[in-house]
């Protein structure tokens, strides 16, 4: 029989042990190859890197793109020669020019160092003005394709593994590499009323919402089975606009993941990658930020983890507003419209007015996703100071979600 001390100590060391035991049975993970931090900047995945021995700069890690592509703007800065100009499709409907780059040396942290050719150079000034921030381009599946690569979306860390030493984790999911290097998931969408639909998800860590492409949005007719309201028409990678409207599905399932509720947006687009029967679904860092994602391009396989973001509701636009970024002034905010019934309509906002601060927080302490966060605030009130014309006022906002 066990003292009190003694059964204390039992008590207390026990499930150590057991835990120990348990932990050291398991297969260990391989030490990385590469492991830094990143930023997540309006919900998609940015990281330092040095340029042809030029930097460090910051760029999006871009799963959704072949090439790694530079921004047109900088080009000039960073000293790097462009060949012929040629028109690739972007996001939305229009054709975005750009000029081919033939090599292009990328130095990562943690010693990652790939020379990859065939690269572009397209505008990209649009992003920043939603980032407020001036970034130098993206690295995309050129620079990934050798390596199993995971994003722990919760700890904010990239990690680079050697495919030849990694060993998988027990779940994972087959990925169809869409133009070979775009890794898609199966699973379903369900829209209220109506059954799950089947779709592939194409894994975009460069953007930072989730769209459905026109083809099922048309085939299922998902925007009168869904409320919506028009998107703030953000600028895309060339200055394309999207032709968007926003909606909440009833639920995302993939595997044995279900989220409830996700916001999407429905694309209107004619032409362009979202209006290519191949993508069913354009998944950014919305939902991606819920997992750890493990992206193993040699075997292309993908892995997800949830983390404790996951079961998060989805968060809506509260107040109405339509907001866009001056191009040469990142912090002034300007009205494009107000959505009608709206908490911003009834504070009487009008396009033209320009916001000065938030809750007393100047304009200038605010990238333009940073403000629209704060106007996801459900329930809560806001006071916005405007400048209308010569004269500058307060507005208070009694915020309450849009769908």
Not at 59 to 71: E, P, Q, R
Not at 269 to 288: Q, R, T
Request: proline fraction near 6%; avoid cysteine.
């Amino acid at each position: 029989m066990l003292n009190r001390r003694a059964a204390l100590e039992f008590v207390l060391l026990a499930p150590l042990a057991f835990n120990r035991a348990v932990a050291s049975s398991r297969p260990r993970k391989p030490a990385a190859v590469a492991r830094f931090p990143f930023e997540l900047l309006a919900n998609a995945v940015f990281l330092r890197a040095k340029l042809n021995g030029k930097g460090p700069y910051l760029f999006s890690l871009d799963t959704g793109s072949s090439n790694s592509v530079i921004a047109s703007e900088l080009i000039s800065e960073l000293g790097i020669a462009t060949g012929a100009t040629f028109h690739s499709m972007g996001a939305g409907s229009d054709m975005n020019a750009a000029a081919r780059i033939d090599t292009l040396e990328f130095d990562l942290p943690g010693g990652i160092k790939r020379a990859v050719s065939d690269g572009a150079a397209v505008s990209m000034s649009g992003l920043w003005q939603l980032l407020a921030r001036r970034f130098y381009g993206s690295i995309g599946y050129d620079v990934l394709q050798p390596f199993v690569v995971e994003i722990d979306y919760e700890r904010r860390m990239i990690s680079f593994f050697d495919p030849k030493t990694y060993s998988p984790p027990e779940q994972i999911f087959p990925a169809h590499m869409y133009g070979r290097y775009d890794p898609q998931v199966e699973g379903t969408i369900q829209a209220k009323g109506t059954p799950p639909i089947p779709v592939r998800f194409t894994l975009d860590t460069g953007a930072g919402g989730t769209i459905v492409s026109s083809p099922i949005v048309d085939k299922y007719d998902l925007v009168s089975a869904t409320g919506n309201v028009t998107k703030t028409q953000d600028k895309g990678v060339g200055g394309a606009v999207p032709t968007e409207v926003m909606a909440r599905l009833s639920a995302i399932r993939i595997g044995s993941f279900l989220l409830d509720k996700p916001l999407v947006a429905l694309s209107r687009d004619k032409m362009g990658s979202l209006a290519n029967p191949a993508i069913s679904v354009n998944m950014g860092g919305n939902i991606l930020q819920r997992f750890t994602v493990i992206i193993d391009y040699p075997r292309q396989t993908v892995s997800l983890a949830p983390n404790r973001y996951f079961a998060e509701p989805f968060r809506s636009d509260a107040s109405g507003l339509l907001l866009s970024a001056d191009s040469n002034d990142f912090h002034k905010f300007t009205v494009d419209s107000v959505i009608p019934d709206s908490a911003a309509a009834h504070a009487h906002l009008e396009p033209g007015d320009v916001i000065l601060a938030a809750n007393g927080k100047p304009a200038a302490r605010y990238a333009l996703w940073e403000l629209e966060e704060v106007l996801k605030a459900n329930g809560d009130d806001i006071t916005l100071s405007v400048r209308r014309g010569h004269k500058i006022f307060d507005k208070k906002l009694s915020l309450r979600s849009l769908l």
